[in-house]
């Protein structure tokens, strides 16, 4: 029975095939290689079927899902390739950026459903991006366009770009502009007027063309301008216009027609008619429907094929918001590649906490602040929720107060007329503003419950703690007792302890070997990189003038995407996989050569190093109970005890009735200031 199930669902798949075929099947445009016309027809055969099902159940119920999903399709190709990048839930994500505000939740929702049925009817086997690209030709036939074929095979991406969400082309685009901005993509002039007769069906905010109700270049006809005023009294008006005032829900010529009416409601669109280049091409599809149809769906099958990644690169999701987590979804291309020895380092349970310096304490503050760590990690709780990015902030922090002149809370201090803060000197200018309000912010809720008991320098170390565990790392406890320095480093005793990303292994280790920290503690501790972001300026020294040919092809030609220049300002993720997830995927990436800094990937290619890399790549347990090791030995360098220090009123702030000096070394001459 089963056989003979089978046996009818390939003749079903082939007959639709040849449905799809047009008679000009040969003039298909080609295609990229790893993707084909017939990918799933032994292990989901029935696919384009439950698509098709599912989605004539939700236009029927719901026809303005039809222009939302093409429009999810169009939006995600464009930005860093058809890799359903734009899926992606994170802090901030792809969805959450101006050009993608209007894009609706129940589309969204739509795809993750075509996901389940799919799934549970062949197994992970098909993509989010592919079921992304099967919505848009699905939109467009059910609502009255063609009906082609498109190749598949695509596999899904393991990170989002928030800056290359600049790539989309605004509405208020002239047609220059545009056949500029697609001309990059190897798009002719013909394809931007095809693409853009999308425009045939959907609707639009108030805000998206509120500007060209007055215009007149391009053209408004007057009774649609006075209409959309109507409609519009404000830009900031929550109201929308129908994108075609002829056939707002069908897929057909009739946007073409409008642009002949001098209707077309974006500047984008009505340009098209009034530039000579693309004039012809617009009453051509504003007579001949068939041809409009055949342009656009060629050039639908080209901008399917932007950037995709096939075979071995990306991961097929278990859920379309969120990257695979666990050996599942990785792509170690072989964990055991080149024969690498996987020695598992072992943890001794005699040393799983280092020793503690004398004046810390695990139960320092249990009489004269009980509270403490439950203050401190329901405020955390609050400030991630809203933003989980923050967590990375806090991290680094802790890291860039330990490593200058110890664990003592001066990279808070503000500056003086001694000299410039930690604060200013250049590794420490992304620290993020807002993770030094939380520290402060948190240091006047523990004063209100305990009084001013609770050093700033403990709160940071607590913070940093918090922040691993709440975004999905291990929760571990730590000495406390520490007290606030008197004084901050100068420029360059920041700068002699805080080697840059783009130092390699060697220097690395060389730098943190004078703080009693060995190979594994450096693994282990490079290993917050699992978090977080960076600025272009980190690591476009591996981009230009040429690619570091150590790193992946397609991973650095998305970084080029968002860094277009060694000197743009923009940012992204230091780990692809799980950005916002503390966990071992960091590794991962090192491995497929997907490390963002020299002295992140240079841990792979140094042999010192490479197989502590590929331990904690396959076994998260081990990093984590490494990681907790490293992070308790750095949280205890150079720290002040007793009497030493002080507890600040203010944590940017020495205190003003400090009987204690304030020595900040400057141009490595002493200046001391004693209170009198």
Same mark, same amino acid.
């Given at each position: 029975?089963?056989?003979?199930?089978?046996?009818?669902?390939?003749?079903?798949?082939?007959?639709?095939?040849?449905?799809?075929?047009?008679?000009?099947?040969?003039?298909?445009?080609?295609?990229?290689?790893?993707?084909?016309?017939?990918?799933?027809?032994?292990?989901?055969?029935?696919?384009?079927?439950?698509?098709?099902?599912?989605?004539?159940?939700?236009?029927?119920?719901?026809?303005?899902?039809?222009?939302?999903?093409?429009?999810?399709?169009?939006?995600?190709?464009?930005?860093?390739?058809?890799?359903?990048?734009?899926?992606?839930?994170?802090?901030?994500?792809?969805?959450?950026?101006?050009?993608?505000?209007?894009?609706?939740?129940?589309?969204?929702?739509?795809?993750?459903?075509?996901?389940?049925?799919?799934?549970?009817?062949?197994?992970?086997?098909?993509?989010?991006?592919?079921?992304?690209?099967?919505?848009?030709?699905?939109?467009?036939?059910?609502?009255?366009?063609?009906?082609?074929?498109?190749?598949?095979?695509?596999?899904?991406?393991?990170?989002?770009?928030?800056? *290359?969400?600049?790539? !989309?082309?605004?509405?208020?685009?002239? #047609? /220059?502009?545009?056949? +500029?901005?697609? &001309?990059?993509?190897?798009?002719?002039?013909?394809?931007?007027?095809?693409?853009?007769?999308?425009?045939?069906?959907?609707?639009?905010?108030?805000?998206?063309?509120?500007?060209?109700?007055?215009?007149?270049?391009?053209?408004?006809?007057?009774?649609?301008?006075?209409?959309?005023?109507?409609?519009?009294?404000?830009?900031?008006?929550?109201?929308?216009?129908?994108?075609?005032?002829?056939?707002?829900?069908?897929?057909?010529?009739?946007?073409?027609?409008?642009?002949?009416?001098?209707?077309?409601?974006?500047?984008?669109?009505?340009?098209?008619?009034?530039?000579?280049?693309?004039?012809?091409?617009?009453?051509?599809?504003?007579?001949?429907?068939?041809?409009?149809?055949?342009?656009?769906?060629? *050039?639908?099958?080209? !901008?399917?094929?932007?950037?995709?990644? #096939? /075979?071995?690169?990306? +991961?097929?999701? &278990?859920?379309?918001?969120?990257?695979?987590?666990?050996?599942?979804?990785?792509?170690?291309?072989?964990?055991?590649?080149?024969?690498?020895?996987?020695?598992?380092?072992?943890?001794?349970?005699?040393?799983?906490?280092?020793?503690?310096?004398?004046?810390?304490?695990?139960?320092?503050?249990?009489?004269?602040?009980?509270?403490?760590?439950?203050?401190?990690?329901?405020?955390?709780?609050?400030?991630?929720?809203?933003?989980?990015?923050?967590?990375?902030?806090?991290?680094?922090?802790?890291?860039?107060?330990?490593?200058?002149?110890?664990?003592?809370?001066?990279?808070?201090?503000?500056?003086?007329?001694?000299?410039?803060?930690?604060?200013?000197?250049?590794?420490?200018?992304?620290?993020?503003?807002?993770?030094?309000?939380?520290?402060?912010?948190?240091?006047?809720?523990?004063?209100?419950?305990?009084?001013?008991?609770?050093?700033?320098?403990?709160?940071?170390?607590?913070?940093?703690?918090?922040?691993?565990?709440?975004?999905?790392?291990?929760?571990?406890?730590?000495?406390?007792?520490?007290?606030?320095?008197?004084?901050?480093?100068?420029?360059?005793?920041?700068?002699?302890?805080?080697?840059?990303?783009?130092?390699?292994?060697?220097?690395?280790?060389?730098?943190?070997?004078?703080?009693?920290?060995?190979?594994?503690?450096?693994?282990?501790?490079?290993?917050?990189?699992?978090?977080?972001?960076?600025?272009?300026?980190?690591?476009?020294?591996?981009?230009?003038?040429?690619?570091?040919?150590?790193?992946?092809?397609?991973?650095?030609?998305?970084?080029?995407?968002?860094?277009?220049?060694?000197?743009?300002?923009?940012?992204?993720?230091?780990?692809?996989?799980?950005?916002?997830?503390?966990?071992?995927?960091?590794?991962?990436?090192?491995?497929?050569?997907?490390?963002?800094?020299?002295?992140?990937?240079?841990?792979?290619?140094?042999?010192?190093?490479?197989?502590?890399?590929?331990?904690?790549?396959?076994?998260?347990?081990?990093?984590?109970?490494?990681?907790?090791?490293?992070?308790?030995?750095?949280?205890?360098?150079?720290?002040?005890?007793?009497?030493?220090?002080?507890?600040?009123?203010?944590?940017?702030?020495?205190?003003?009735?400090?009987?204690?000096?304030?020595?900040?070394?400057?141009?490595?001459?002493?200046?001391?200031?004693?209170?009198?």
């Amino acid at each position: 029975m089963m056989g003979s199930v089978s046996a009818i669902a390939t003749i079903f798949f082939l007959l639709s095939s040849l449905l799809l075929a047009s008679s000009d099947a040969l003039e298909r445009p080609p295609i990229v290689d790893g993707l084909s016309w017939n990918h799933y027809f032994r292990n989901c055969p029935r696919l384009e079927t439950i698509v098709r099902t599912h989605l004539q159940k939700v236009f029927k119920k719901d026809t303005g899902q039809a222009p939302a999903l093409l429009r999810i399709f169009f939006h995600d190709c464009f930005v860093q390739g058809c890799d359903g990048s734009i899926l992606l839930d994170g802090s901030p994500n792809e969805k959450s950026q101006p050009a993608n505000i209007g894009i609706r939740p129940e589309a969204l929702q739509t795809i993750e459903d075509l996901r389940s049925l799919v799934h549970n009817h062949c197994g992970r086997v098909v993509s989010c991006a592919d079921l992304v690209v099967l919505a848009a030709r699905e939109a467009v036939s059910l609502t009255g366009g063609p009906r082609f074929a498109v190749p598949l095979g695509r596999k899904d991406g393991l990170t989002f770009s928030i800056n *290359a969400t600049r790539n !989309l082309p605004p509405p208020s685009f002239r #047609t /220059g502009q545009l056949l +500029e901005t697609f &001309a990059a993509r190897n798009f002719s002039t013909t394809d931007v007027v095809a693409l853009s007769g999308a425009h045939t069906f959907g609707r639009a905010h108030c805000s998206t063309f509120f500007s060209r109700i007055n215009q007149t270049d391009p053209p408004i006809e007057p009774s649609l301008a006075k209409n959309l005023s109507n409609t519009c009294p404000s830009a900031q008006a929550p109201n929308t216009a129908v994108l075609d005032v002829r056939t707002p829900n069908v897929f057909d010529n009739k946007y073409y027609v409008n642009l002949a009416k001098r209707q077309g409601l974006f500047a984008s669109d009505q340009d098209l008619f009034s530039d000579s280049r693309t004039k012809g091409i617009v009453k051509s599809f504003a007579s001949n429907e068939k041809l409009f149809f055949n342009s656009f769906a060629d *050039a639908v099958v080209k !901008l399917s094929q932007l950037d995709v990644l #096939t /075979g071995k690169q990306g +991961e097929i999701r &278990a859920k379309c918001s969120v990257a695979n987590k666990g050996k599942e979804g990785l792509v170690v291309t072989s964990v055991v590649e080149n024969a690498v020895d996987l020695r598992v380092i072992k943890v001794c349970e005699a040393q799983a906490r280092p020793p503690t310096v004398r004046g810390l304490s695990y139960t320092f503050y249990t009489k004269t602040c009980p509270n403490l760590k439950s203050i401190v990690r329901t405020e955390l709780k609050r400030v991630f929720k809203k933003d989980i990015a923050q967590a990375a902030g806090l991290l680094r922090l802790h890291f860039h107060d330990c490593f200058v002149q110890g664990c003592d809370g001066s990279v808070l201090l503000d500056g003086s007329a001694s000299g410039p803060s930690e604060k200013d000197a250049p590794p420490n200018l992304t620290l993020r503003a807002e993770a030094f309000r939380i520290i402060e912010r948190i240091r006047g809720l523990l004063e209100k419950s305990c009084g001013r008991v609770v050093s700033c320098s403990d709160i940071t170390a607590l913070a940093a703690r918090d922040s691993v565990f709440l975004s999905g790392g291990p929760d571990y406890e730590i000495p406390l007792g520490r007290r606030d320095g008197l004084t901050f480093a100068s420029r360059e005793v920041t700068l002699d302890n805080l080697p840059p990303p783009s130092s390699n292994t060697t220097t690395i280790l060389n730098s943190l070997a004078t703080k009693n920290l060995d190979p594994t503690d450096v693994v282990s501790l490079s290993g917050g990189h699992t978090i977080g972001i960076s600025h272009c300026s980190s690591f476009t020294n591996r981009l230009y003038p040429s690619q570091d040919p150590v790193m992946d092809k397609t991973f650095g030609k998305n970084l080029r995407l968002t860094c277009p220049t060694d000197t743009t300002d923009n940012t992204t993720v230091l780990d692809i996989r799980s950005p916002n997830v503390f966990d071992n995927r960091y590794y991962v990436d090192l491995m497929n050569r997907q490390g963002l800094f020299t002295s992140d990937q240079d841990l792979y290619t140094d042999k010192r190093t490479r197989n502590i890399v590929t331990s904690f790549a396959i076994n998260q347990t081990l990093f984590f109970e490494k990681f907790v090791f490293a992070m308790l030995k750095m949280g205890q360098l150079s720290v002040l005890t007793g009497n030493q220090g002080e507890i600040r009123a203010n944590c940017s702030v020495r205190n003003a009735n400090s009987n204690s000096f304030l020595s900040s070394v400057v141009e490595n001459v002493a200046q001391e200031f004693i209170e009198m």
